[in-house]
Nanobody, 117 residues
Framework: QVQLQESGPGLVKPSQTLSLTCTVS??????????WGWIRQPPGKGLEWMGV???????YYIPSLKSRTSISRDTSKNQFSLQLSSVTPEDTAVYYC?????????WGQGTQVTVSS
């Protein structure tokens, strides 16, 4: 059974960098043809893909967040991480990590991140 678990601070100050880590068990993040991504849901809004890191280590981001987003991985720990810089209150959301291969088949439970001073 594949499991994903997000971890990181629940409160971030404006202008700081939001950092989250997803720990994966039951599958390797280097397994061919699977991508590992970050999705968020602001309050009262729909889900928004932020970006993915592929099994080969290459990363892709949605254009609107590309300048502020970085996704990296630690294969020795089977983890991948999200960094979102220069956050504002509009970045307040539930953040999910997920596995996808054309469609999302496994999700983390999500973690609330609030941007506030």
């Amino acid at each position: 059974q594949v499991q994903l678990q997000e971890s990181g601070p629940g409160l971030v100050k404006p202008s700081q960098t939001l950092s989250l880590t997803c720990t994966v068990s039951g599958a390797s993040i280097t397994s061919s043809y699977y991508n590992w991504g970050w999705i968020r849901q602001p309050p009262g809004k729909g889900l928004e893909w932020m970006g993915v890191i592929r099994y080969d280590g290459t990363s892709y981001y949605i254009p609107s967040l590309k300048s502020r987003t970085s996704i990296s991985r630690d294969t020795s720990k089977n983890q991948f991480s999200l960094q979102l810089s220069s956050v504002t209150p509009e970045d307040t959301a539930v953040y999910y990590c997920a596995r996808e291969n054309g469609r999302v088949d496994y999700w983390g439970q999500g973690t609330q991140v609030t941007v506030s001073s």
